[in-house]
């Protein structure tokens, strides 16, 4: 699981969204909304209020101080704060109300930036020193969170590192854009926020601050008993370590807490749950079934626990490993050979729920990541930072997407409700959905059973505990009669369920309903995005304008696939896009060159050059050679520019990218510099087959085999990192799984090879086309997405066949549309579809509804629909004569 995600899903109860998006007033700080002195100016700058005087010069870096509070203190804090900062017109910003506070310090907040409350800008060291002893005295004995990133000053709030002031941004070496200070020599680097304190290697550490940095020093791990072998875990609540106790050789866990951070929604710190996991083992002492405590201390202000080591793996990497789902001729027994381990794993995780609860302990976060199984099969129930004593009647405050009980359900009912989620999750692991419609647990359950030779009636009780009632009667209905299977086992009625089906009519009503999911979801309203889809339109300025993640990529999936135009939201994009923020990305898939293409296409050809020549005026040569973000994707755009305006400055800007991308690309067996490591990064938006891509394109351009020899170099570079499996598929290897899907999988390079061979017989190529062919037809993905899920599936057989004939003419590509089905949830009466990590609703193209109304058009829209420079039977308008000098080489 991806825990950046939970931050993301606590603002709206179905689509990711930014922690300070709606602006609440509920427990805002009152210096918020305060008069403001003569000559100051605020600024609302992201979550961030900022303050500054007219007539102060800062500086674009320097030393800069965070001010850490806890939601109790914090009010007083800003006040001693305010009250300093303004009458002296010192520089400063803060968070506005108690809500962002808490977000930024949540559990699983970003730890290099978690527990910044107030960031104070002195304007020179001499004014840092000032200020640091001086707001240090009144602060003095205010608690706070210790911020990782920062050089703590004493024991107090206050916190200090260098960094910049203003917004200026880079490319750092794995071609992503982040914020920047320059170096002596002026030029810009990375501004690196991380979970330790740094300076950068041309900054000297003032004199005032060397005697705290030596205090920071002091704390240290070798005088413990216990020896830390490595890292198993970090949250921002502190880590979780696999040791050996020194004096007895044997292997322990030590789990860390710090003090003041990794809040829960109850407002307790990791210190807190770590307090209640001890309290609850001392309790469940000599049980088998929990790992037996150990120890506890303090260290540094850090509150560690030490617990035994379990032999054994995660239940759900058993699941993943063990289930016949994923494999692509599973064995007719090899259902009921799991289903027989299945039934044996739930039978004793329920006898180890109810030895814990004859003890009184609510567990409060049962899933299949904190049940480990031993080799023997027995199990251990591990985590207990959620535990309470059933009399005290407490709601959950932890709990895994796919398992979190109903706000209204307390004691051991909790646990129950995870059991019962964890009956269906492992036969079908998608009970993160439930959460989004109630109604999946009995369509989820009915398809296990169809599935599976689970005993009648143990799925009809799980659904009957999730859902309070007796049965299911539709997504989203429940009654008190009926059930998941008749008496014969046959599967009983789903006329309410959701349904896709690959014919003509199945596709109309599948586009209208997606189609109107989405444009009910618009909030044009918004400056940062249109419509609700992954967290990445939050995490880079400018994330809600791409193709990947932005309205780009929906407006274009809508027209591509008949769904319509929509002038309101093409004048939203074409505002936002001419006025972009500061850093926004430059790419096609993650930025405005992206953005400009799709103006283009919709017709907006003015306003696509005007910010076609804004890009150009951006310096892109340190970006990375990727299709999403880098220079294979920017080349493509300026390709169809170059085609479509015959401008001779974009027709060379064009020309140096695709030399910058031949130059840097490498041999064959080269690890190119955008992808390190022992498994580098391969497929369509990461590896090397957005530059063969980008050459392919080259070629049509300019008829220079040259080209085809470079896009073959790419494509081997991707197939050296791939693998075949056992059952014949080709799929990316990623070391400690292997990846078929669009984005960094193998589908994705196919899709390149398949474009390669319409140019040039391969036989290495056609065989690799065959192999990852067969990565396309398993029956089972856990997402739905474009990118990552079922429609990239989709989308990759849909190619191979003329407009509209896929479904009719693939038995795999229809099956894939039926199932898509398991995912498909019913929002207001249409249907939407889960993005990354399924917690919440998207309708962007790379996650969610416009990607999954992009496939079903590549299989079933009578007219070509794909992603752009890859739509079959449309080529891009790049055979307009080139001049001579495009063709050549340096």
Same mark, same amino acid.
């Given at each position: ?47 961030? @209020? ?12 320097? %030393? ?12 007083? =804090?800003?006040?001693?704060? %305010? ?44 004014? !840092? ?17 210790? =911020? ?13 590192? *260098? ?98 951070? +990794? ?46 080591? =379990? ?31 299945? $039934? /044996?794993? @739930? ?66 009912? =909790?646990?129950?409700?995870? @059991?019962?989620?964890? #009956? ?49 009667? /539709? ?67 400018? +994330? /809600? ?10 407006? *274009? ?14 004048? %939203? ?20 060159? /992206? ?19 804004? !890009? $150009?005026?951006?310096? %892109? ?159 089972? *993905?856990?997402?739905?997405? @474009? ?100 063709? #050549?080489?340096?």
């Amino acid at each position: 699981m991806d825990k950046r995600y939970e931050v993301y899903c606590l603002t709206h109860p179905h689509f990711y969204d930014a922690p300070s998006s709606h602006g609440g007033t509920h427990g805002r700080f009152r210096q918020a909304d305060a008069p403001l002195q003569e000559a100051w100016k605020r600024a609302k700058v992201g979550e961030w @209020l900022a303050f500054r005087p007219l007539d102060v010069r800062l500086p674009q870096q320097g %030393w800069k101080i965070h001010v850490s509070a806890c939601l109790d203190n914090a009010q007083s =804090i800003l006040d001693e704060v %305010w009250e300093y900062c303004v009458p002296r017109r010192i520089a400063f910003k803060f968070l506005p109300g108690l809500e962002t506070l808490f977000l930024a310090n949540a559990k699983y907040a970003h730890r290099g930036s978690s527990g910044k409350f107030v960031t104070v800008y002195p304007s020179d060291e001499v004014a !840092c020193e000032r200020i640091l002893t001086e707001l240090g005295d009144i602060l003095d004995g205010f608690p706070g969170p210790y =911020i990782l990133s920062d050089l703590r000053w004493g024991d107090g709030p206050l916190h200090v590192r *260098y960094g910049a002031f203003a917004d200026r941004y880079c490319v750092s070496a794995d071609g992503e854009v982040e914020q920047a200070v320059a170096d002596p020599s002026g030029r810009l680097v990375p501004d690196v926020r991380g979970p330790t304190f740094r300076t950068p290697e041309w900054v000297d550490l003032p004199g005032f601050l060397e005697p705290h940095l030596a205090a920071s020093r002091r704390t240290t791990v070798a005088d413990l008993p216990y020896r830390i072998d490595k890292a198993l875990h970090f949250s921002n609540g502190g880590g979780l370590y696999a040791g050996t106790d020194r004096r007895t050789q044997e292997r322990v866990v030590l789990k860390e807490a710090r003090p003041y951070a +990794g809040l829960t929604p109850d407002g307790a710190d990791a210190v807190t749950r770590l307090e209640r996991e001890r309290e609850a083992l001392a309790r469940l002492r000599g049980l088998d079934c929990v790992p037996a405590l150990r120890d506890h201390f303090d260290l540094g202000g850090h509150r560690f626990v030490v617990e035994d080591f =379990i032999e054994g793996k995660p239940l759900h990497q058993l699941l993943v490993e063990r289930s016949p789902l994923a494999e692509l001729d599973p064995d007719p027994t090899s259902f009921a050979d799991y289903t027989t381990w299945a $039934l /044996g794993v @739930l039978r004793r995780v329920r006898e180890a729920v109810a030895a814990v609860h004859e003890r009184d302990i609510v567990i409060g976060d049962v899933h299949t990541f904190n049940v480990m199984v031993r080799p023997d099969d027995t199990v251990v129930l591990i985590d207990f930072e959620g535990a309470s004593d059933v009399a005290h009647a407490r709601h959950q405050v932890l709990a895994a997407p796919g398992f979190h009980a109903p706000s209204t359900t307390t004691g051991f009912d =909790i646990d129950r409700y995870a @059991l019962a989620c964890l #009956e269906i999750s492992l036969f079908l692991p998608l009970t993160g959905l439930i959460e989004l419609d109630r109604g999946k647990a009995g369509q989820l359950a009915r398809e296990a059973a169809r599935l599976f030779p689970v005993p009648d009636g143990l799925l009809d009780e799980a659904v009957r505990t999730i859902t309070g009632d007796g049965g299911f009667t /539709g997504s989203g209905g429940f009654t008190g009669d009926g059930g998941i299977t008749g008496d014969d086992g046959a599967v009983a009625d789903k006329d309410d369920e959701p349904r896709l089906e690959p014919d003509h009519a199945g596709w109309l009503r599948a586009r209208e309903s997606i189609t109107s999911a989405i444009l009910a979801s618009a909030t044009p309203e918004r400056d940062d995005r249109l419509f609700p889809g992954d967290i990445e339109q939050f995490t880079a300025p400018g +994330g /809600g304008l791409g193709l990947a993640h932005g309205a780009a990529g929906v407006l *274009y999936a809508l027209d591509v696939t008949g769904a319509g135009r929509h002038p309101d939201h093409e004048d %939203w994009l074409i505002r936002h896009a001419l006025h972009p923020p500061p850093g926004v990305r430059l790419g096609l898939y993650d930025g405005l060159h /992206g953005t400009a293409f799709v103006l283009d296409h919709l017709g907006h050809h003015e306003e696509a050059v005007k910010l076609l020549d804004m !890009c $150009l005026g951006e310096h %892109w040569e340190n970006l990375a050679l990727d299709l999403k973000g880098g220079l294979s994707g920017i080349g493509l755009a300026l390709l169809h520019f170059a085609a479509t305006t015959g401008d001779a400055t974009v027709r060379d800007a064009a020309r140096r990218v695709a030399t910058t991308v031949a130059d840097r690309l490498g041999p064959v067996d080269a690890v190119p510099e955008i992808s390190g490591g022992t498994h580098p990064r391969a497929g369509l938006m990461y590896g090397s087959s957005g530059p063969a891509l980008l050459f392919l394109r080259l070629h049509e351009y300019d008829g220079d085999p040259a080209h085809l020899d470079l896009a073959a170099t790419a494509l081997r570079q991707d197939l050296r990192r791939c693998v075949v499996r056992a059952e014949g598929s080709m799929e990316v290897n990623e070391g400690f799984r292997t990846m078929p899907y669009l984005a960094d999988g193998s589908v994705g390079i196919g899709m390149v090879i398949d474009d390669y061979l319409t140019l040039r017989a391969d036989e290495e190529f056609a065989t690799a086309a065959e192999a990852i062919r067969e990565a396309s037809r398993a029956s089972f *993905y856990v997402e739905p997405g @474009l990118f990552d899920g079922v429609a990239g599936m989709i989308l990759h057989r849909g190619r191979a066949h003329p407009p509209g004939t896929a479904a009719a003419r693939d038995p795999v590509v229809a099956a894939h549309i039926r199932r898509l089905a398991r995912h498909a949830c019913v929002l207001d009466g249409r249907l939407a579809f889960p993005g990354e990590q399924l917690m919440r609703l998207s309708m962007d193209l790379a996650t969610g509804g416009a990607g999954v109304v992009l496939a079903l058009g590549a299989a079933c829209h009578a007219a070509p629909t794909g992603l752009p420079f890859l739509t079959p039977g449309r080529r891009s308008p790049l055979d307009i004569p080139v001049p001579p000098h495009m063709s #050549e080489r340096r």
